[in-house]
């Protein structure tokens, strides 16, 4: 997805507290283009294969139950140094740890209902977008 893409989920728990909107705010206000959209629910085998990175993990069931659990809206995202710029626009993982005027900071309950997923490196946004997305779903 080179420098300029990554790729980003607004989790079950923001979509179902109506977080959508202001999160898709925020990040077009930090600059951000949506070059990709969808509002879908992972299967509990599609979330599995998601993180298959995590299987090993002790979450991985936890991550897996809670990400199949209502829907997501999926989304790649473009601007110049995306990954890093998004990382920094979404927070710490811990909402209590993440500065004030990110995305987890606002909308985030927990360290698992964290309101958005963003990939770690421009190799993960590529493999993330195409996870989700066609060719011809990306404008």
């Known amino acids: 997805m080179a420098e300029n893409k990554t790729f980003t989920m607004i989790k079950p728990d923001a979509v179902q507290d109506n977080?959508?909107?202001g999160i898709i705010q925020m990040m077009e206000e930090g600059g951000?283009?949506?070059?990709a959209l969808k509002?879908?629910?992972l299967t509990p085998e599609r979330a599995g294969k998601f993180y298959e990175v995590h299987k090993e993990r002790p979450f991985y069931?936890?991550?897996?139950?809670?990400?199949?659990?209502g829907p997501i809206v999926a989304m790649i995202l473009e601007k110049e140094n995306a990954v890093a710029d998004?990382?920094?626009?979404?927070g710490a993982t811990n909402p209590a740890q993440a500065e004030e005027g990110t995305i987890r900071k606002?909308?985030?309950?927990?360290v698992e209902a964290n309101a958005v997923h963003g990939s770690d490196s421009d190799e993960n946004a590529q493999i993330?977008?195409?996870?989700f997305f066609g060719e011809d779903e990306r404008f």
């Open 128 to 131: 993330e977008g195409d996870f």
């Open 19 to 21: 977080h959508i909107g």
């Open 39 to 41: 509002k879908t629910r």
């Open 106 to 110: 606002k909308y985030a309950k927990s």
């Open 61 to 69: 069931n936890d991550l897996v139950r809670y990400m199949s659990s």
């Open 32 to 35: 951000f283009r949506v070059v």
């Open 86 to 90: 998004f990382r920094k626009l979404i």
